[in-house]
Nanobody
């Protein structure tokens, strides 16, 4: 059974930083593409950032230049470093794992990020 466990969310003022972590159990991590997604109240879940199993990254336009998504395969962990946070970044952030590109096979439980103005 694969589990993804997120941590690191919280309340931060606009302009501040947070680092989210997602730890994966099981043996799938190093071969999986990993992504961070977010869902704000009343909105659909959207991709924030994604890193492939060979380290290729892509970002939503709204976070380019502010967020990064490093991964540490030795620790089965993917991070989301969020800088220059804005109130519109407020959402529940989810970690997702793709064993093959295009299909999210596993989700974490989510972690709340709230940015105050």
């Amino acid at each position: 059974q694969v589990q993804l466990v997120e941590s690191g969310g919280g309340l931060v003022q606009a302009g501040g930083s947070l680092r989210l972590s997602c730890v994966a159990s099981g043996s799938i991590f190093s071969n999986s593409h990993m992504g961070w997604y977010r869902q704000a109240p009343g909105k659909q879940r959207e991709l924030v950032a994604r890193i492939s199993n060979i380290g290729r990254t892509n970002y939503a336009d709204s976070v380019k230049g502010r967020f990064t998504i490093p991964r540490d395969d030795a620790k089965n962990t993917v991070y989301l470093q969020m800088n220059s946070l804005k109130p519109e970044d407020t959402a529940v952030y989810y970690c997702g794992a793709e064993r093959s590109a295009g299909t999210i096979d596993y989700w974490g439980q989510g972690t709340q990020v709230t940015v105050s103005s």
